[in-house]
């Protein structure tokens, strides 16, 4: 079981602790104690922070760091309401947290990032926060950071039914035709597919369409003589591509790990069968797609070649 999602309250004030006779900032400032403060004022338990993931511990500096503004409260954007909806993403989680005003509002901090828009998209709640659409919050993502950050959000996003095609079809159409961000927009919006099962996956194909290869087909299903024996990530004729998140292959592993050695002997057997039927099979692990080399290297090396004139189409459930 992976680590748990955090909830909200677990962020506690110094109001509510010290009503339950808890005075945690001088064990805080000695390093010791129970607690540790993610903001001025406000807590969560040293052991429970240990285990967030990336994205559960910037979401408790969102939460803390809302709990001490006034109302009303500013409209949360970009990682700040990522985070919110549970979108992953490539790369590291801001220190400070977005939040989106109106171009008149006036006001400066070191805790927020303020982005300022000629006019307010309607917000949602989040239990007492308002935040951009998923659909805004991902295009936002697309206009401000890399493609692959933005990518994996939006594939996330589509996958979990918290926005639609349609939706980010609007948001994009909304951008003024020289808007600053407009070009990353696009390529999130031309890429943007839920069957990508993982960051990973999202990454990779990220990684492909920068270096010009030809575009995949996603969750491509394996037959030979005997029937279906699975899905491939990625597909081009007579060619499979593979993102190996959990470095399947390894040398070593944790030998107490069942569940990941039943993975392994899975994987590896279905690679042979595909192997046999023809097909070639080419592999790459997460530095490999984050740095981009390996992955090409990777690609090449079964055939898949790289091309200035490859032309990506936008697919939608209809096409696949």
């Excluded at 309250?9 to 010791?32: C, D, F, K, M, N």
């Amino acid at each position: 079981m992976g680590p748990q999602p955090l909830r909200t309250h677990e962020v506690q004030s110094l109001g509510r602790l010290r009503q339950a006779g808890i005075v945690p900032w001088a064990a805080v400032a000695r390093g010791t104690g129970q607690w540790m403060r993610i903001r001025r004022g406000e807590y969560l338990d040293k052991g429970r922070w240990h285990t967030l993931t990336p994205l559960d511990r910037h979401r408790a500096l969102v939460v803390a760091t809302v709990r001490r503004m006034r109302d009303p409260l500013p409209m949360l954007s970009h990682f700040a309401a990522a985070a919110l909806w549970g979108m992953p993403i490539i790369g590291s989680w801001p220190d400070r947290v977005d939040v989106m005003l109106d171009a008149s509002a006036a006001g400066s901090s070191t805790l927020v990032r303020r982005h300022r828009v000629s006019g307010l998209p309607e917000p949602s709640l989040l239990g007492e926060f308002p935040v951009t659409s998923p659909a805004r919050t991902v295009i936002d993502l697309a206009r401000s950071t890399t493609l692959a950050c933005a990518l994996s959000a939006a594939d996330w996003t589509l996958r979990n039914s918290l926005c639609t095609y349609a939706d980010l079809d609007e948001e994009l159409l909304a951008i003024p035709g020289r808007g600053p961000g407009r070009r990353g927009a696009h390529a999130v919006w031309l890429l943007a597919d839920p069957r990508a099962e993982s960051p990973g996956e999202s990454l990779s194909r990220a990684r492909m369409y920068e270096s010009g290869f030809p575009q995949p087909d996603l969750q491509v299903p394996l037959e030979d003589a005997q029937g279906w024996f699975g899905r491939a990530d990625f597909g081009w004729p007579g060619r499979i591509g593979e993102f190996d998140g959990l470095r399947k292959y390894r040398a070593t592993g944790d030998a107490g790990d069942t569940a990941s050695e039943e993975i392994v002997i899975r994987e590896k057997l279905r690679e042979d069968r595909a192997r046999r039927a023809g097909t070639a099979v080419a592999r790459w692990v997460w530095t490999d797609a984050l740095h981009g080399s390996g992955l090409v290297r990777a690609l090449v090396a079964v055939g898949v070649s790289p091309g200035d004139k490859t032309e990506w189409l936008r697919r939608t459930p209809a096409e696949w």
